[in-house]
């Protein structure tokens, strides 16, 4: 249409959920329907910039110094949920099934896509791991290829020479479905059956 639209229209596009149509909506509703709600988006946007980061303890998001999941006392310091994104978190978090801590690791290894171990957050992990706090580790990760290779990747190389009792999250989800998408009463399920992995 014009330069500013069509930058506007190509960011949007690129992120999750939005085609090219529904970006091209939005566009049209921010700069010629409801023009105010433009100004709102960029303040949100500013201040989401400015103050939301990584917890740096878990992965998970926080405003602040830690997440509110981490400074949470009533939490059991005893076990351990690893995720891969803080979608998981947030799919498990409403299922009400887990209490104890959580492990974002953002990603899965998948040498198709060039990600290697390297650019998980694994290396925070390792550090929780060595304070001997932690007595079970729950791998809440999918049901596909590449989360497979990142369980066996996590118990061979970071919970190596460690007595940490190792559990996969049971599937009642089909095969290669994400935790994101699952509703709660599958995921209580899934990780009430949840199975010793080694
Ligand atoms: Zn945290």
Redesign the pocket.
Known sequence: MFPAFDKLHSTLKQLPGLGSRSAERICIHLLAERPEKLDQLVLALQEAAQHVGR??????L?QGE??????DPTRDDSRLCIVESVNDLLAIEKSGAWKG??HVIHGRISPLKSIGPESLNLESLKSRLQNGAIHEVLLALANDIESEATCHYIQEVVLADTSITISRIGFGLPSGGDITYADSLTLRNALESRKSFA
């Open positions: 917890c740096p303890v878990c992965g998970n926080c830690t997440c509110s999941i981490c400074e801590r959580y």
